[in-house]
DNA sequence: CCTAAAATCAAACTAAAGTATGAGAGGCTG
DNA sequence: CAGCCTCTCATACTTTAGTTTGATTTTAGG
């Protein structure tokens, strides 16, 4: 109770001192707001804008998937290339591709000599010349090199 | 000659106000850019910074291109998973299987043999097993059937 | 027009592949 | 532990595959 009375005007004068210095203060920070306001303004546009930027580029950019549909497009035609070239290597002849596309299909020489309207024995020679050609002992080793020289599918 | 020295004043005169008009039409126009100063500085950042947020987000996006690799490993677990799944379906055991990729890779019966240290006759009971639970009836649709189902690559 | 390659066929083999049946040794499970 | 499945093997047989030789007919190209 004493100290209240007694320091009251050094209370005073110390709340008024700390006020007007926190006056000070905030006028002058608000001084600084109203002196920099252009380049605040400036900012936030900015920053508004960079993000209008990013927004618009992630809604209008294209996929980049599209690459790989080409690349399969692409495998088609080396395939259709490579076809004629391991044709021409191996000097497999159409016939005999016939022959060699039936057998990985799973037929028999009976099967695909009824397939292609002819004997049981020209598909053996048929069968035979190209197992040479390709280098091979038996049907399932010729299938899986024609595959992997792609010269079936 | 004539025309110039009668028509002069006139000329002088329109020379003038053409000057005159120019002149205000310029200060107007100086007028609205000072006028509008903030505004179109603000214009200029809000395109600029566009600019930059869309050149950043292209710059800055990540290729797609990872995709690829996470759906060939998916395609990896699919193969695991289907490869299970047809196996129990048609009831192919684990030795049957092993036959079965051997002659896929163009070997005979008796290099099957040999390669798994069995007899022929073993061998032939496998395959011939494997023919009914695929039901087919030769070893070349065996592996055409069995790479369509997945069994085997 | 003539020739070389390709396609066709046949016959007589040999070598694989595939079927049918039976049977023994382990391993897993109710 | 009995029953079932897998893996193993054998034997005997049928069917398909593959080779070899030789021949005729198309077909495309110089």
Redesign the interface.
């Known amino acids: 109770m004493n100290y209240l009375t007694k320091y009251r005007s050094i209370l005073i004068y110390g709340l008024s001192l700390a006020a007007a210095l926190f006056l000070m203060k905030w006028l002058e920070w608000r001084f600084l707001i109203l002196n920099h306001a252009?380049e605040i303004?400036?900012g936030i546009?900015?920053?508004?804008?960079?993000?209008?930027?990013?927004?618009?580029?992630?809604k209008l950019?294209t996929?980049?998937?599209k690459?790989?549909t080409i690349e399969k497009e692409l495998a088609a035609e080396k395939t259709f290339v490579l076809n004629n070239k391991a044709l021409n290597e191996t000097g497999v002849s159409a016939r005999e591709l016939e022959v060699l596309e039936l057998?990985?299909?799973?037929?028999?020489n009976q099967e695909i000599a009824e397939r292609l309207f002819v004997s049981l024995s020209t598909i053996k020679t048929h069968s035979s010349n190209l197992f040479f050609k390709l280098e091979?002992?038996?049907?399932?080793?010729?299938?899986?090199?024609a595959k992997r020289m792609e010269l079936i599918a």
Do not use: N
């Open positions: 252009f303004y400036a546009i900015a920053l508004l804008f960079t993000g209008l930027g990013i927004w618009l580029a992630m950019s996929p980049k998937i690459i790989i057998m990985a299909d799973g037929l028999s091979v002992q038996r049907r399932t080793q010729a299938i899986e090199k």
